[in-house]
C-alpha cells in the first residue's frame, strides 16, 4: 500500500504495510546486527587472523617472530603425533555424534510415544532432564568425577565389579593405553547423549499425532512406526544433531585434559589438546597456531559440507511435496 501526500508543493509517497503503518527502511535492522558483527570481528576473525599470521613464522613465545613461510605445515604433513591425533579425534566423532545420534533417536521415540502415553508426560519431562543433566554439568567437574570412578585401585567401578564376583573383568581403565581411548570415549557418551535427546523430542512434538494413530490402526508395530514416520519426519532435526556434534568433537578439549591429559603415551591425544601442549608446554608458538589453524578448517569445511546437504535435502523433500 502506497500513501501519497504533499509537503512544501512536493508530492511524498509513503510505502506502507498490511497493517497500514509506514515500513521502517531495511538500512534501520543493520544498527540491531552491528553489535553481532563487532563482537564477531573482535571475538572470532582478527584471533583467527592473528593465529594464522603466527603459523607462518618459528616463534617461541618471546622475542621477535621469525619467518619461516610454509615450514610448520610442512612439518605437520609428516607429524605422526599429528596425524595420531587426528585418529583419535575420529573416534571421538564416533562417541559424540554418531553414537549419541542413534541413542538420542531411540530413547527420544520411547519417551514420546511409549512413556509419554503410558506413564504421563510428567515422568517423560523427568526422564529427559535426567538425561540431559550432563550437559549441564561443567565438564572440569563431570571428568574429575569420572576420573574418581574408573580409578585403578579404589575406583567405583572397579569395586562393584569385585562386588559381583567379576573382580578379573577390573582394569586401569584410563592408564591402560589399549583401554584409555575408549574409556574416555565412553564417558563422552554420556555427557553428549543429552543434547540429542532434548532436540529430537522437541523436533516430535511437531509431528502430526494421525500419522501414528493411522498406522497404529493399519497394524504396525513400534519400530515400524519409528522407521518409516519418526525418523523422516525429524530429518532436519538429525542433520542440525549430526553437524553440531561432529564439531563438538573435533574440538573437544576439556575431557581429555581432565581425565587423561592425552596419556597415556599419546593414546587419547587430540588435535585442540595436541596444539595447547605444544603452544603452552613445548613454547613453539608458531607450530601450535599452524596446528589450530588446519583443525579450524577442517571444521569449517566440514560445516559447510553439511549445511549444502541439509539445504539440498530440504529443497528435496519440498520438491516432493509440491
Not at 93 to 102: F, Y
Not at 264 to 270: L, N
Request: hydrophobic share 50%; glycine share 10%.
Amino acid at each position: 500500500m502506497t500513501a501519497t501526500a504533499e509537503r512544501g508543493g512536493q508530492v511524498v509517497r509513503r510505502h506502507r504495510g498490511r497493517t497500514g503503518r509506514p515500513r521502517r527502511p531495511r538500512s534501520s535492522y543493520a544498527l540491531f546486527l552491528l553489535p553481532g558483527v563487532l563482537a564477531f570481528l573482535v571475538v572470532i576473525v582478527v584471533p583467527f587472523l592473528m593465529n594464522t599470521g603466527v603459523s607462518f613464522t618459528d616463534w617461541q613465545g618471546v622475542g621477535s617472530p621469525k619467518w619461516s613461510g610454509l615450514a610448520n605445515y610442512r612439518e605437520l604433513l609428516d607429524d605422526s603425533e599429528f596425524w595420531a591425533s587426528f585418529r583419535h579425534s575420529l573416534f571421538m566423532v564416533v562417541a559424540m555424534a554418531a553414537v549419541p545420534t542413534v541413542l538420542g533417536l531411540v530413547l527420544a521415540a520411547a519417551l514420546f510415544d511409549f512413556v509419554g502415553k503410558h506413564f504421563g508426560t510428567k515422568t517423560a519431562a523427568v526422564l529427559r532432564a535426567c538425561f540431559y543433566l550432563p550437559q549441564v554439568l561443567p565438564i572440569a567437574v563431570a571428568g574429575i568425577v569420572w576420573s574418581w570412578i574408573l580409578a585403578p585401585d579404589n575406583g567405583s567401578l572397579n569395586a562393584l565389579l569385585k562386588a559381583v564376583g567379576l573382580g578379573s573383568l577390573r582394569r586401569d581403565w584410563l592408564g591402560d593405553p589399549d583401554l584409555a581411548l575408549y574409556s574416555v570415549m565412553g564417558v563422552m557418551v554420556w555427557v553428549q547423549i543429552g543434547f540429542p535427546l532434548v532436540v529430537f523430542m522437541a523436533g516430535l512434538q511437531r509431528v502430526d499425532p494421525q500419522l501414528y494413530e493411522a498406522a497404529e490402526l493399519d497394524g504396525a508395530g513400534w519400530w515400524r512406526r519409528f522407521g518409516h514416520i519418526t525418523l523422516p519426519q525429524i530429518r532436519p532435526e538429525i542433520y542440525v544433531v549430526l553437524l553440531w556434534c561432529t564439531i563438538a568433537a573435533l574440538k573437544v578439549f576439556g575431557a581429555v585434559y581432565v581425565l587423561t591429559k592425552g596419556g597415556p603415551g599419546g593414546a587419547t591425544d587430540v588435535p585442540s589438546y595436541f596444539s595447547f601442549t605444544t603452544f603452552f608446554e613445548k613454547t613453539q608458538v608458531g607450530y601450535g597456531a599452524a596446528i589450530s589453524t588446519v583443525l579450524t578448517v577442517i571444521i569449517l569445511v566440514l560445516a559447510l559440507i553439511g549445511l549444502k546437504l541439509q539445504t539440498r535435502a530440504e529443497d528435496a523433500e519440498e520438491g516432493l511435496r509440491a
